[in-house]
T-cell receptor
């Protein structure tokens, strides 16, 4: 039981490039989320999903797209990377109700 | 979601109880108090949550005041591995999804 797995762990992009951050969970959780964490700050919600085919925006959605075609996967796409998107990205999942959220180990992204 | 206020940093001696306060004076009746921690730059880890009664699990105890405007997380016998940033979060479930709003948290340092 791997929990929440994020790939890659590290990535360097040039401004304007696109890429997809992968997130997979093997706990059959309905709910998945993406957060970003800038230096010295708490995490901020980017997008979340309440089930396959259903996504919604969080606090800081601009510049990011998501889709949820399966229960297990919730990829985050950067359409045209900007230096302001340099951050650590965390994916999380939780089951229905007031259960604990499980977080991945993060993807450290640098945009130059 | 209700805003929380935490001290930016605290120190505690190893083996002693660590008491981390949190103010959430604008909490509403159906909002729960959650605590997560983040060790180094790892993904946040769930600790405990509660509504109005005191809660205890294998990691910690959560004491919520009667008016629910503040709470205290207690680590009964702190170890060096408890050094982390601790986040107090008040959240409301949206269609079952947890929208966690992280502040800057309290950086707890356990000293030998």
């Amino acid at each position: 039981n791997a929990g929440v797995t994020q790939t890659p762990k590290f990535q360097v992009l040039k401004t304007g490039q696109s890429m997809t951050l992968q997130c997979a969970q093997d706990m059959n959780h309905e709910y998945m989320s993406w957060y970003r964490q800038d230096p010295g700050m708490g995490l901020r919600l980017i997008h979340y999903s309440v089930g396959a085919g259903i996504t919604d925006q969080g606090e800081v959605p601009n510049g990011y797209n998501v889709s949820r075609s399966t229960t297990e996967d919730f990829p985050l796409r950067l359409l045209s990377a900007a230096p302001s998107q340099t951050s650590v990205y965390f994916c999380a999942s939780n089951n229905r109700g007031r259960t604990e959220a499980f977080f991945g180990q993060g993807t450290r992204l640098t945009v130059v | 979601d209700a805003k929380t206020t935490q001290p930016p940093s605290m120190d505690c001696a190893e083996g002693r109880a660590a008491n981390l306060p949190c103010n959430h004076s604008t909490i509403s009746g159906n909002e729960y108090v959650y605590w997560y921690r983040q060790i180094h730059s790892q993904g946040p880890q769930y600790i405990i949550h509660g509504l109005k009664n005191n809660e205890t699990n294998e990691m910690a105890s959560l004491i919520i005041t009667e008016d629910r405007k503040s709470s205290t997380l207690i680590l009964p016998h702190a170890t060096l591995r408890d050094t982390a940033v601790y986040y107090c979060i008040v959240l409301l479930l949206i269609q079952g999804a947890q929208k966690l709003v992280f502040g800057q948290g309290t950086r707890l340092t356990i000293n030998p």
